[in-house]
């Protein structure tokens, strides 16, 4: 155990807490678990490690300020003190602390930027004109790239769907989003019969891995290897900077927006805990604005 762990055994309290009874997915655990090693480590240097209700904003304060001074963004300094923020909570509620010192402590502010997500017609491209390899490897990528746009789920909601998650009689699929919290998502006729096909081909292929996707070997998809072919197919057919299975998740939201959607609606189908983090979706794109000016404007 590290130095830091040996002082502060709380932080693993901590960790245990959100892995267990929040069930926070391993790479937010991991966040977690670097912020507060990162702070706790700065604690025991330049302040001989207080005790934890002896903890001041001051020392936070300092602590940010001198990841400011390294040029860290402020979007990763804010995470950093929303996971302290999260941190002293819990102390709150063990009775460690009777205050939070991220009371007084305030986050440098962001300049927000709309999501980038590919226009439709970018996305008709791929999915019309671009050619896939027609061996399973093809088919894998082509059918992960639709299910994508199709339901905006996250790359690691979509790596542990399972076969028996596919309801062919309603036409959806159920999710295990972020917190273990699942939702329904609906899905067209014409990609069901396309999974159906797959799950077939995959029983051929290889059977009794309960997965719904797999790749050539036989073996779960992995994270890196999905993110990879998901770049390499948009670089295809758009050229916006950021080319991510989370741009596409992006683009099924905007889309859906664009086209009248319910904000509500939208909320529940990206799995969205509060409806702050959906607005950021009711931008139009450029060329939709267009289409409203010149329908609508008598001198357009």
Do not use: C
């Not at 905006?152 to 959806?172: A, F, M, P, T, W």
């Not at 917190?179 to 067209?188: A, C, L």
């Amino acid at each position: 155990m590290s130095r830091t762990y040996e002082q502060y055994p709380e932080i693993q309290s901590f960790l245990n807490y959100l892995q267990f009874e929040k069930r926070y997915s391993l790479h937010t655990l991991e966040a977690y678990r670097n912020d507060l090693e990162q702070f706790f480590s700065f604690l025991i240097d330049q302040f001989d490690a207080p005790a934890i209700p002896s903890i001041l904003a001051t020392f936070i304060r300092t602590w940010l300020a001198s990841l400011k001074s390294e040029e860290i963004s402020a979007k990763t300094i804010n995470r950093k003190a929303s996971s302290l923020k999260s941190f002293f909570k819990y102390q709150m509620r063990l009775g460690t602390i009777n205050a939070s010192p991220m009371v007084t402590v305030s986050s440098p502010k962001i300049n927000k930027r709309l999501p980038e997500f590919v226009l439709e017609d970018n996305l008709e491209t791929l999915f019309n004109h671009v050619e896939f390899s027609d061996d399973w490897k093809g088919k894998t990528e082509n059918l992960v790239l639709q299910l994508f746009y199709a339901t905006g789920i996250r790359l690691s909601e979509l790596i542990n769907i399972k076969e028996g998650d596919v309801d062919y009689s309603k036409s959806q699929v159920k999710v295990l989003g972020k917190g273990g919290k699942e939702r329904i998502i609906p899905i067209s006729k014409d990609l069901l019969e396309k999974l159906k096909e797959y799950v077939s081909q995959k029983k051929v292929v290889i059977a009794g891995v309960p997965n719904l996707f797999i790749n050539e070997k036989g073996k779960r998809l992995q994270q890196r290897n999905v993110y990879a072919f998901v770049h390499h197919y948009l670089s295809l057919v758009t050229t916006i900077k950021k080319k991510s299975p989370h741009i596409l998740r992006h683009s099924f939201a905007t889309h859906l927006m664009n086209n009248g959607a319910e904000l509500n609606s939208v909320k529940e189908l990206l799995g969205h805990a509060s409806l702050a983090s959906t607005q950021v979706y009711t931008h139009n794109s450029i060329d939709k604005l267009k289409e409203v000016f010149k329908k609508a404007h008598p001198k357009a």
